[in-house]
């Protein structure tokens, strides 16, 4: 088997500073790849993918990514598919927040209690497509 | 009263959209009292339903088949509504799914599409008002800090509350402003008036949550409600991405549109509103 | 040049930096900073958006004080300021700035920072505000007061600079260093028509230049730029 990070699945966040929804994105993703699926998944720094770090380059071009984007700017989806990787799903967190009417998320600082909610749903649901991913690779 | 409707769905027996069809017309039929004609007896019998064809038709095919559209063409009905379901689920990132019992989910996704077709405008009269409502050629901008506020200076009239009305014939869609979409963020949800409803000047004709807040859409003109803008229901970040011109939310027939306008701001007086509060503006 | 006499509001660009704490450290630090240490003084730049090409964050950046604050050496934040706006006036780097405090826990989440990692919060914070304050007066002054050169880390206080000669004189001008950068950058060549006219005019926005000594100034610009791209090679 190929070294085991090396075939992580990337979780990559934009991590929008301005809105809930980034905070909502990076801690989605701290879930999925230290909690729900920390031998099959890892992050990595989306501004040092657009400077164009090469070890970033080489690894969304030769691994698969999933981008979660806090809304429908998609910094994350859009750089992340410029460095030429073929994104193999693209999250919106802005698509979370329309199952849940009069949540009140926290801000941008501090999550509230039903952010903290949301994210966990989102990570349920990344955490699923990495198994999905990682099952359909396995021999 | 809001209007009613002759339904004539597809048949679609042996295909799981088939039986979406069926729920998708009794629930059109059930809300608007309206008439459901059965294909297959149509086919054969069509003076069964000779006073049901009086009422507008709607038109629901399962897949790109178009049984029912067909079938409509054929007797020379004129369709004033239709959905294609295996194209509009796509559109929402859903499918009919392999069942020919549909499941609670997919009928939660009937009864959606079935508001949305009871909502949506007549065929025809959507391309005419598209061209009619044609995207503001000027605008002005302020900028307070990294933000920057756009104002549509010609056909548009504003209230006070950040809302829009863009005047074309004797009709005004409205909508939020730059300003107002900023302020409350990414939107997640969009609520619309009933076709048929009778709006006030400055009464609420709808709402828009974010996570900020919830806000209610205040009309700038009186009027009845002849078509809502049902892409922002499902997709309310078009009013962030395009608030003055996909981003409408309803249009109206006026009311009395030269009373309504002594108290609205023109372009330049709604530019200076802007200037005004930029400088209070807290994201 | 203009006397601002209203409070310059200074905008601060953060790197995200998903991967190490010191990303969350640089991030909980600027909303320190925005919403405690000096609200209605800072503007928040998002660096995801800046770096995707929003106009309003880049303009902003070009027009105002800019401080950038990274979580790393990489410098991913004052890297896409100064490629998509300009120099910065100062530029942080969080594991220099923390070097001497207790070390970090490690988390990333929110979930699980410590006292000690809040603790980092409010002394990168703190260094944030004052730096925030400096660049504010600077640019309001309607001169550049000359700031502490620094040769080297990311914990500068401010700008690098650098001499030229003009009218026989040594004269230090803050931030020339990362001025002949973005022009190397822009493809700017020495030898170009437009060089002398580019580099004033860049360089005039951080140092007073008297209208009797601007062709001086263009031509010391010049040959200082001339060196510093051949040394480069």
């Known amino acids: 088997m190929a070294e085991s990070a090396r075939s992580k699945v990337l979780v990559i966040p934009c991590s929008g500073i301005g809105k809930v929804h980034g905070l909502v994105a990076r801690e989605a993703t701290y879930r999925v790849v230290e909690g729900l699926e920390p031998e099959t998944s890892d992050t990595l720094c989306l501004a040092l993918l657009v400077k164009g770090d090469e070890e970033a380059v080489t690894a969304v071009r030769t691994r698969p990514c999933i981008t979660i984007d806090g809304c429908p700017k998609l910094c994350s989806y859009k750089n992340v598919q410029l460095a030429g990787s073929n994104i193999a799903e693209s999250v919106r967190v802005v698509d979370a ?43 | 009263m809001a209007e009613r409707f002759a339904v004539l769905p597809c048949n679609g027996l042996d295909k799981a959209v088939g039986p979406l069809a069926r729920e998708i017309a009794l629930a059109v039929v059930e809300a608007c009292q309206g008439e459901l004609i059965c294909p297959v007896l149509f086919n054969n019998l069509p003076e069964r339903y000779a006073k049901a064809v009086e009422l507008p038709l709607i038109v629901i095919d399962g897949c790109g088949t178009r049984c029912a559209t067909k079938l409509a063409g054929e007797h020379g009905l004129k369709t004033a509504r ?21 499941d609670a989910q ?36 302020v900028t307070h800090d990294k933000f920057i506020f756009r104002i549509p200076m010609k056909g548009y009239l504003f209230d006070e509350n950040h809302c829009w009305a863009h005047i074309a014939g004797n009709r005004a869609r409205v909508g939020i402003a730059d300003y107002m979409q900023q302020e409350l963020g990414d939107l997640t949800f969009c609520e619309l008036p009933q076709i048929g409803a009778e709006v006030e000047q400055f009464g609420e004709i709808g709402s828009v949550e974010s996570v900020k807040a919830v806000s209610d859409i205040i009309s700038p003109v009186s009027g009845r409600v002849v078509a809502v803008n049902a892409a922002v229901v499902e997709a309310p970040e078009l009013i962030n991405e395009d608030p003055y011109v996909r981003g409408w939310v309803a249009e109206l027939e006026f009311g009395e549109l030269e009373s309504d306008r002594a108290l609205l701001l023109d372009g330049e007086a709604y530019l200076a509103l802007v200037r005004q509060k930029a400088a209070d503006y807290r994201p | 040049m203009s006397m601002a006499k209203e409070p310059i509001k200074v905008g601060i660009i953060s790197c995200a930096g998903e991967e190490i704490p010191e990303g969350t450290i640089s991030r909980l630090a600027v909303r320190r900073v925005l919403e405690h240490l000096r609200p209605g003084q800072t503007v928040s730049i998002c660096l995801p958006l800046f770096l995707a090409g929003n106009e309003g964050e880049r303009e902003f950046a070009r027009s105002f004080p800019t401080i950038t604050i990274d979580g790393c050496d990489k410098r991913c934040a004052q890297w896409g300021t100064e490629k998509h706006s300009g120099p910065v006036n100062a530029a942080f780097v969080v594991t220099q700035m923390l070097k001497d405090a207790p070390p970090l826990s490690g988390a990333r989440s929110g979930r699980d920072l410590t006292e000690a990692d809040l603790a980092a919060v409010e002394l990168v914070a703190a260094q944030l505000a004052a730096a925030l304050d400096q660049a504010a007066a600077t640019y309001a002054g309607g001169e550049q007061v000359a700031v502490e050169a620094s040769s080297a880390c990311g914990c500068a206080v401010g700008l690098p600079s650098g001499a030229v000669q003009v009218n026989g004189k040594t004269v230090e001008i803050a931030g020339l260093p990362l001025i002949f950068r973005q022009c190397q950058e822009d493809g700017l060549a020495a030898d170009s028509p437009d060089a002398p006219a580019r580099l004033l005019e860049v360089v005039c926005v951080y140092h007073a230049v008297d209208d009797s000594e601007a062709q001086a100034y263009a031509a010391a610009l010049v040959e200082a730029y001339r060196t510093s791209l051949a040394s480069d090679r």
């Open chain 2, 82 to 102: 239709k959905l294609q379901i295996a194209e509009a689920l796509k559109l929402m990132g859903e499918s009919s799914g392999e069942s020919l019992t549909p």
């Open chain 1, 97 to 139: 927040f329309k199952g849940h009417k009069g949540a009140q998320p926290g801000t941008a600082t501090e999550l509230a209690e039903d952010g903290w909610s949301i994210t966990d749903e989102i990570a349920q649901q990344i955490a699923a497509r990495v198994r999905e991913m990682c099952g359909g690779e396995e021999q």
């Open chain 2, 106 to 141: 997919r009928l939660a996704l009937c009864r959606l599409l079935a508001e949305r077709l009871l909502s949506a405008p007549e065929e025809g009269t959507a391309a005419e008002s598209e061209a009619a409502f044609a995207e503001p050629v000027e605008y002005a901008t």
